[in-house]
């Protein structure tokens, strides 16, 4: 428990450099303690951010489904009610203890902004599966969901990440999505 606590607050650490520099970034991530496919979404802004996890059977784990027949899930999630605590970090995360081989797509929406005039919001995306790790610095527009915001492959034999796509739409609107240098 202890570990986790402390991966988690290095996490938060992390948080503080969404939308910061354009240069590439290193950063440590944390140890999964649970295992499996792990997916977290880190923002600084006070806003409503989504995050959805789409397996390879095109179930799809998000706030109203929590949880998908193939074992992903959304494990935490923040909403304007959470956003009034005084905190500057924010988190979603998503996974699966037990991944299948194959496609999985992650969806990032800005769905409410909680009060505050925001047009975009930058985030950073985290996608881990024992060694493998992919992660995105990028933006979302208010009420436009980014589709296939990023699609990774778990590799076959259950060891591995491989990116297949980073959106169109991502790049397009926000040139500055790129994918980050990660060592740990």
Not at 24 to 52: F, H, R
Not at 59 to 86: E, I, M, V
Request: with cysteine; hydrophobic share 45%; proline share 4%.
């Amino acid at each position: 428990m202890r570990l986790r606590v402390i991966c988690w607050l290095a996490v938060l650490a992390l948080a503080a450099g969404c939308g910061g520099s354009k240069r590439a970034k290193t950063a440590t991530i944390p140890i999964d303690t649970e295992g499996g496919l792990s997916v977290v979404l880190l923002w600084t802004a006070p806003v409503d951010l989504d995050l959805y996890l789409t397996d390879p059977l095109g179930h799809t784990a998000y706030f109203g489904n929590p949880w998908t027949r193939s074992g992903a899930q959304l494990r935490a999630d923040a909403s304007c009610d959470d956003l009034g605590s005084g905190e500057t970090n924010f988190k979603e995360i998503a996974g699966t203890r037990a991944p299948l081989a194959g496609r999985y797509r992650i969806t990032v929406d800005f769905v409410d902004r909680c009060g505050i005039d925001a047009a975009a919001v930058p985030f950073r995306l985290w996608a881990r599966l024992g060694g493998s790790v992919e992660e995105l610095t990028a933006a979302v527009q208010f009420r436009r969901r980014n589709s296939n915001v990023l699609e990774l492959e778990v590799t076959p034999d259950l060891a591995g990440l491989r990116r297949l796509a980073t959106s169109e739409d991502v790049a397009t609107v926000f040139p500055a999505a790129r994918k980050v240098t990660v060592s740990y």
